[in-house]
């Protein structure tokens, strides 16, 4: 993986997380969701900010890994772009100030470790 396909594996993964971080800002605001209020929960997602921003984060974070795949194995790309989970959960420990059991941290460990020995190359 050159530079170029590494920053564009970057900026997909940062965006995915950005992404990540505004639903769930946006998710917050909303009421509790029910069969009966189905139609204004919907009503309720296109009219909050951050749900928006949200998506349109998803949407940089998909064309990006688009292109990442033009260029790189699916077997090196889809791997490396579990390193969203890692971001995810630390925004939700220093963000969200959500705890991380160690069970959590060790899987986490495992994802990285994972990543580093599916893009080694000798």
């Known amino acids: 993986m050159n530079l170029e396909e590494f920053g564009l594996l970057l900026l997909s993964v940062l965006s995915s997380v950005a992404g990540q971080f505004f639903l769930k800002m946006g998710a917050t605001k909303l009421s509790k969701a029910s069969l009966a209020n189905v139609l204004n929960q919907v009503i309720s997602m296109i009219t909050i900010p951050e749900l928006l921003i949200g ?36 925004i939700g420990l220093f963000v969200f100030k959500e705890p991380i059991p160690l069970v959590r941290l060790l899987g986490l460990g495992f994802i990285v470790c994972g990543v580093i020995l599916v893009v080694w190359h000798k």
């Open 55 to 90: 998506l349109s984060f998803y949407g940089l974070g998909a064309i990006a890994y688009i292109l990442v795949l033009r260029r790189v194995n699916l077997s090196v790309a889809g791997p490396s772009a579990s390193l969203v989970y890692v971001f995810s959960v630390l």
